[in-house]
């Protein structure tokens, strides 16, 4: 029986013995409610991770690999723009940023690392 319906049901018995019947069982107190089971969250291991991103192409992969590799939340990742990151380059203008980050159309520099990196898929692969 799920827990809701057991929770469901011994309300109602003690809103039936307390409140209609007007009878206080002092043992009905001490009944311990059922609690949802505690399940641990679901950790893809690296084979699997990998595997998804294997079958993923273009910007839906892009938006995969920016939210394993950052922990942003999805509508975050969707409303992200360049002038947004910071590489830590210390540059005042974007432009000089896109030059030395290897952002695709722009040539250049060493690229940004990324904990996708190794994962051997992808616009990050190297």
Request: with cysteine; net charge positive.
């Amino acid at each position: 029986m799920a827990v809701s319906t057991q929770r469901q049901a011994l309300s109602a018995i003690l809103f039936l013995y307390r409140h209609v019947l007007k009878i206080q069982l002092d043992w009905l107190d001490d009944v311990v409610r059922a609690r949802q089971p505690r399940r641990p969250p679901a950790i893809l291991s690296r084979d699997e991770v990998t595997a998804i991103l294997s079958h993923l192409q273009g910007t839906a992969q892009l938006v995969v690999l920016l939210l394993y590799g950052t922990g942003m939340r999805i509508l975050e990742c969707l409303r992200l723009r360049v002038q947004d990151l910071d590489f830590d380059l210390g540059h005042k203008d974007v432009k000089t940023t896109m030059i030395y980050t290897h952002i695709p159309g722009n040539s250049g520099g060493r690229g940004v690392t990324s904990p996708a990196d190794t994962l051997g898929t992808g616009p990050c692969a190297r």
